[in-house]
């Protein structure tokens, strides 16, 4: 089985399949992992793309967002709230700064006090959203002019409550890619022992083969050929039923987070019709890896 | 044509075989008989490669096999026609692919082959059983269908193993005239066979040869057979 | 196969274990595939087991515990949160009463005022942590009472905010036991495709045995004796493999949650030593229903 | 024995054999000679209950074969010995356990049975090779071996289809002897062989009867054999 051959493995007539005999079972084997692998592929990959764009996107929040707060006695909050807006539209890299109004301060307040709060019993600080553009602003020049000239402000940037979260998103895209590795890897397995089976299952079929004249190339390219189309076709079927099943899933929904988001945007519903094309090349290697070890052994 | 130069083989137990020397020149006829479990099987499997000698050398068509890589075997087989002792054919192709496959598997046109595939299954009477798959054949049908299996290529050389352990009287000298035939155009033709009378038969159609195993060496028979 | 050969099947002897030959390949798939599937279970369990825990502690720290908010007067909030104590320890049902210190509310405001915040600054409602004993009170009747005789006291039960994580977590268990029931359908598929291809491998063997005189309880016994070991020592590995799995993750941290709290606890641990007993008895049954079958169509 | 009432049978197409009509009594000798293909193998097929037959009914032991279940059949097959014309061995077992497989399933003492089996070895000549897988046998070696395992449990009947189509002339005596031995103890004996020099050298040692299978139909071979 020299390199040369390798056009004869490939792309042999149509007489070469005929001769190795329809193997039911190591076929249906074939068929089964190659789908079943495809399709928790699909969703394997759905998972990474899904918390990697959640963890994006909170990672960008978390850079992008931060709160300023303003705890000041009550008559200089108003005065002081301006000038800090003042201050933040200034500010180079500051896309947007925005005073929440009572009601907002209430509604992130009420688990501590009660859905009954009157806010104008309590000193409570003036919260100030503040939204990044691209380029970012220097946090700690802001700081830094806040507290010349608006003693009562404190920024806070999110960091310690977010990142977690970015890092528990980012631990599942990385569990998703592990994952899609021990598949390709199992299914690899599964197919070599189906076509190591099928092999040994053939001793005579190959001991007939052989005696004709049939070359080495000829039979293994037998094997190969059948063996790269079942997994060629079991995982197309696999992935278009992974697909079905990532469509059938809920919509992702704001709140949802990790469970419900799952899903392709975009130019994403491209990576699965990779699946079965890296399928087919695992079962090509597989195959040929296997049809060159025991060709081997019977001489 | 094919030549065993002091040939010596065994196992992996005692010694089976030991300094045999025989030359099968071109067009030339043998027998090859002994007992039971002398060891005309294997040395049929050494005439075609398929064991290789403990000592000494084959060599096939002027080349020693020793040196022989997987593609050049398969080239070799091309020109030796085989007839095993226990035929063995492809379970799931009907008995003309099975019969035919030697020609598939050298990528010969089918279609340009048909008309000999059809006149040798006539000869062994198989041509109403060309559908059936092997399993379905009784043992005297496998038997011949094997011959023709070995002799659709052509080939140089016919190495035959009791091609005529499960017919009929008639059937083996059908059998053996096909044999004498090929013979006749000049190929090289092995039979190894218990039968004395098919030897005897033999005798009187073609000049044959009769060699002899027993105590492990080759020896020529004697004027009685 | 009547029901008394059934115990033919079970102990034959050991003479007929060797009429079956040892056929290496679907040996391998068994082994591999109740080994996996156990080992896979073995994480499905320590999933559902704890997420169950979780589940159960949340929940009943949800209908256990409780928070009494009292808003009042600056000067009034130490005599109602004497008075409000009074009256909790009084209730039936209430097994423990106790009013945050300034400490533990500041650091659980500190999110929203910052870390420098000092309580005595601001009206601060006091916090008392209300603990249920295993009857639970009439909260409609502790309402009632405070109102009348505290009345900046407003109870919160908690059940808006835990809801939802105790729902998350029922729902991881949901998915482990559902895994599990896959995992044993995917193994029972597994091992009826290996036994399957064994017998029909073995065909030969079977017309043998026949023709000299085998009972077909005596042949399909050999096969289903093998198998049924073979499942039980590959689901033994798994469970070790499994267990030692669970024994290297990062051990359970309080913060932690879902990911790190897998493991089992206790008796939980026996539970793993039943996944060999159900392989087995999966493989059994698996075998003999293929024996059966190809028995009946080879007759 | 064995009963065949108008009997007919066929693999799907047309008929094979018809209106057979043949008793094996105890102790007989019968012989079954026809061309290759004509239902020889069929025939005893028929006999040892592996076919059912299409028309007409196969007694064995006084007992209809048609309403036998599988532990039914189990049970005759250890009162029957078979000899199949392509002999099936469990490759996974030395030739010893082979022989020795109806003992083993039957659920005997093998060691009371180790010295019968011994000298069966012996008579076939197989002693040497007890160790050897079916695979690594020759030709004849698997033919012996095949008759030793059908002989092993002493069978009432026996039934050899080609025992003797790969061995020589002396080992083809030595095999015939023995089952003329058994013949004498009592059991019925049929054997399947186209070897018409065998049949007659039976006769000489033997009352045998010679069946005759042509144009479907099952005949007494003239005094010709
Ligand atoms: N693969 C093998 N391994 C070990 N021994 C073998 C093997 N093949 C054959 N033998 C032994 O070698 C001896 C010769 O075998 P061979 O098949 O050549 O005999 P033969 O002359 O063809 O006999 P027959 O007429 O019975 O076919 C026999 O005793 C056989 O058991
Ligand atoms: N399973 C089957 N299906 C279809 N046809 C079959 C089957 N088995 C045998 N035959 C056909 O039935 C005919 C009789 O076969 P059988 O084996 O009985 O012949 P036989 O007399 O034993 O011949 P031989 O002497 O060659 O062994 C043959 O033509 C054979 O091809
Ligand atoms: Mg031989
Ligand atoms: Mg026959």
Redesign the interface.
Same mark, same amino acid.
């Given at each position: 089985m020299s390199g040369g051959t390798l056009r004869n493995v490939l792309f042999g007539d149509a007489q070469a399949d005929r001769v190795v005999p329809p193997s039911g079972f190591t076929a249906r084997l074939t068929l089964f992992a190659s789908g079943a692998m495809a399709f928790l592929a699909v969703f394997a990959l759905a998972l990474s793309l899904a918390s990697g764009r959640l963890a994006d996107r909170w990672a960008s929040e978390l850079a992008r967002s931060a709160t300023l707060r303003i705890t000041a006695p009550e008559d200089q909050v108003a005065a002081q709230t301006a000038a800090a807006l003042t201050i933040l539209r200034q500010t180079p890299g500051v896309d947007r700064a925005r005073a929440l109004s009572a009601g907002e301060q209430a509604a992130l307040l009420a688990p501590w006090f009660g859905p009954g709060l009157d806010l104008a019993t309590l000193p409570v600080p003036q919260l100030i959203e503040v939204t990044e553009d691209e380029q970012g602003y220097d946090a700690a020049g802001l700081r830094l002019r806040l507290s010349a000239e608006v003693p009562g402000a404190v920024l806070d940037d999110h960091t310690r409550w977010r990142k977690p979260l970015v890092e528990a998103a980012n631990s599942l895209r990385r569990l998703g890619w592990i994952s899609i590795l021990l598949i390709g890897g199992a299914m690899a397995a599964m197919i070599s022992l189906a076509a190591n089976a099928a092999l040994a299952a053939n001793a005579q079929v190959i001991e007939v083969l052989r005696l004709v004249g049939a070359r080495d190339s000829y039979i293994a390219g037998a094997f190969v050929r059948r063996f790269t189309l079942r997994a060629l076709i079991g995982s197309a079927v696999g992935i278009a039923l992974g697909l079905g099943g990532v469509l059938l899933l809920p919509a992702a929904s704001d709140e949802g987070g990790f469970l419900t988001g799952l899903g392709f945007r975009g130019l994403g519903w491209l990576w699965p019709l990779l699946i079965p094309l890296l399928g087919a090349s695992v079962a090509f290697a597989a195959t040929w890896a296997a049809a060159r070890r025991r060709l081997t052994e019977l001489s | 044509m094919i030549e065993l130069d002091d040939v010596g083989y065994s196992?992996g137990g005692g010694e089976l075989l030991s300094n045999v020397s025989v030359k099968l020149a071109p067009g030339s006829f043998h027998f090859l $008989? #002994?007992?039971?479990?002398a060891g005309? $099987?294997t040395l049929l499997k050494l005439c075609y490669g398929?064991l290789t000698p403990t000592s000494g050398a084959v060599r096939a068509f002027d080349a020693d096999m020793r040196g022989f890589d *997987?593609?050049q075997?398969?080239?070799? *087989?091309?020109r030796i026609g085989?007839v095993?002792?226990?035929c063995?054919? @492809?379970?799931? @192709?009907p008995l003309a692919?099975n019969i035919a @496959?030697?020609l598939?598997?050298? #990528?010969r046109d089918?279609a340009q082959e048909s008309a000999n595939l059809r006149e040798l299954m006539t000869w062994v #009477?198989l041509t109403e059983?060309a559908d059936a798959r092997p399993p379905?054949l009784? #043992?005297?049908?496998r038997q011949?269908a094997a011959l023709a *299996?070995a002799v659709i290529?052509s080939p140089d050389v016919v190495l035959a193993?009791?091609p005529t352990?499960?017919?009929?009287?008639?059937?083996s000298m059908r059998l053996l005239t096909l044999l004498v035939e090929l013979n006749k155009m000049g190929k090289t033709v092995l039979i190894a066979s218990?039968d @004395?009378?098919l030897i005897r038969a033999a005798k009187s159609q073609v000049q044959a040869r009769v060699l002899r195993i027993a105590n492990r060496r080759l020896q020529l028979a004697g004027a009685d057979l």
């Open positions: - | 196992y $008989t #002994g007992p039971s479990g005309k $099987t398929a *997987r593609d075997m398969a080239m070799l *087989r091309r085989v095993h002792q226990d063995r054919f @492809l379970d799931h @192709l692919d @496959l030697p598939i598997v050298s #990528g089918m #009477g059983r379905e009784s #043992g005297g049908e011949r *299996r290529l193993d009791e352990g499960n017919v009929d009287w008639e059937m218990h @004395l009378a």
